[in-house]
Structures are given as structure tokens and as C-alpha cells.
């Protein structure tokens, strides 16, 4: 397992994930030390995440503007200011030539030095992080980091239509990987992510155990990562293309 010393922390981070709380729950004490280091954090959430929720007395119609809604209170309290929904259905995620370019797009205009993205691989030991639209938006994420986003000539209309520059990411974490390789500390961060997560009130709000689930996961990761007993800590596949 390895850390990122501080030099390391990039200018610019653009995460890309299916629905709104899955960086909360697989990365914010993350992105919260990310940001606490000056790097400037944006969203892009795939999906507005329509078929979540727990409340029948909530009307279905209702769901996507709530969900966006806690997305970007959540990415407030971490410090996010840039949060960008694309919009497709929740639970219907395919990759797609259009998914990709909508991805591709949203690097182009970020130029993010750094990506963090959901794994496109099956996780066994823990099928709810192996959603299917994770997978999706996994594999499309990286499609668009290599080769889309960087390839001038991919999606022409970006460049030739919106005058979007190719941009390369050689840094890429993965969230949710059957195989880790890189953990980040994230025990003085814990207050920050369980208030992240409980702003997703229509998806945390009956999970009493919300705190103790939390804190069995990340000490789960820092106990594999060697740390100290007592520390708490998320875990990544870390992986740099060329």
C-alpha cells in the first residue's frame, strides 16, 4: 500500500460516479483532504439517481431534484463548489458513444490533472459497490480518459462545435476495486464525511447504524493499509497511464 505525500495533491480533481452519494460514501474524507490541500474539486454525477430513495410518501417525480439537491449540499459541507449532473437514468446506465463524449466533455472543460472514478470490475466481496451503473459509469469514465478526452480527433463536434481542447489525465484512483493499492489517512476527516452523508437525507436518514458502518469499512481499509490501530482510512486502485 502506498500513500500521497503532500507535493503530490494536484491543482484540479474531476470525480465522475453514477448517483449522487457514492462519493460520499467510497471517497469523501478524500476529497475533503484533497480540498483542505488546495486542490479544486468538481463532481460530475452520471445520473440523477431517480430510482433511490425509501419514502413511498415522497412522489417518484420528486426524486431527481431532491437527490441533486443533497449532492450539492453534500459537496458544500466538504468544500465542492462545482458539482454537474449529466442526467441519464438511474438503473439504466449502459456505456454508450454518447456517455463517453458527455464524460469526455466535462474533462475538457475541468482539465483536471487528477481523476477519481468508480471501478468498471466486479468487486465479489462486495456486490452493492458492483452496481451495474457503477460498473457502467466506471468503464466510461475510463474510456474517456483513455483514449477520448485526450485524442483530439474522438468526438470531433467537442473541438470542432465547442472548441474543447484534448486534455490527458495520467493520474486515475479507483473506488470500489476488487484490488487496492493506495490508502489515504482519513481519520481526521470522519466528522466531514458522516455529515456528507447524512445530507443524503432520502438515502441515510434510516440507517441508524449510519456511523458504525462507516467506521467498520474504513478501519477495515487502514487495517490493510498497516496503519495504526485507531486510524480510519478509504482505499483506492491508484494507477498512472502515460
Known amino acids: 500500500m502506498s500513500t500521497a505525500p503532500l507535493e503530490e495533491i494536484p ?3 474531476l470525480v465522475v ?3 449522487p452519494d457514492d462519493v460520499d460514501f467510497g471517497a469523501a474524507g478524500t476529497v475533503a483532504s484533497w480540498i483542505a490541500q488546495g486542490t479544486r474539486v468538481t463532481y460530475c454525477i452520471v445520473t440523477d439517481g431517480d430510482a433511490g430513495g425509501f ?6 417525480s420528486e426524486i431527481p431534484r431532491i437527490r441533486r439537491s443533497e449532492q450539492v449540499e453534500a459537496g458544500r459541507i466538504l468544500g465542492v463548489e462545482d458539482v454537474r449532473f449529466l442526467g441519464y437514468r438511474d438503473g439504466e446506465l449502459e456505456v454508450s458513444q454518447g456517455l463517453r463524449r458527455d464524460i469526455s466533455r466535462v474533462i475538457r472543460e475541468v ?3 487528477r481523476m477519481l472514478i468508480q471501478s468498471p470490475e466486479r468487486n465479489w ?6 452496481h451495474p451503473d457503477h460498473m457502467a459509469a466506471g468503464e466510461a469514465a475510463i474510456f474517456a480518459i483513455y483514449p477520448d478526452a485526450r485524442n483530439p480527433f474522438a468526438h470531433p463536434a467537442l473541438l470542432g462545435d465547442e472548441g474543447l481542447e484534448a486534455w490527458t489525465v495520467h493520474d486515475v484512483w479507483v473506488m470500489g476495486a476488487p484490488d487496492t493499492n493506495h490508502i489515504v489517512d482519513v481519520t481526521d476527516q470522519l466528522d466531514l464525511k458522516l455529515a456528507a452523508l447524512r445530507a443524503h437525507e432520502s438515502q441515510t436518514s434510516h440507517m441508524d447504524d449510519l456511523e458504525e458502518r462507516i467506521r467498520g469499512w474504513m478501519t ?3 487495517e490493510r493499509g498497516g496503519l495504526p490501530d485507531g486510524r480510519l482510512a478509504e482505499a483506492f486502485l491508484r494507477t498512472t497511464i502515460p
Do not use: L
Open 220 to 222: 477495515m481499509a487502514a
Open 11 to 13: 491543482a484540479r480533481a
Open 111 to 113: 482539465r483536471p490533472e
Open 17 to 19: 460516479t453514477a448517483h
Open 55 to 60: 419514502d413511498p410518501a415522497v412522489p417518484r
Open 125 to 130: 466481496a462486495r456486490i452493492p459497490a458492483s
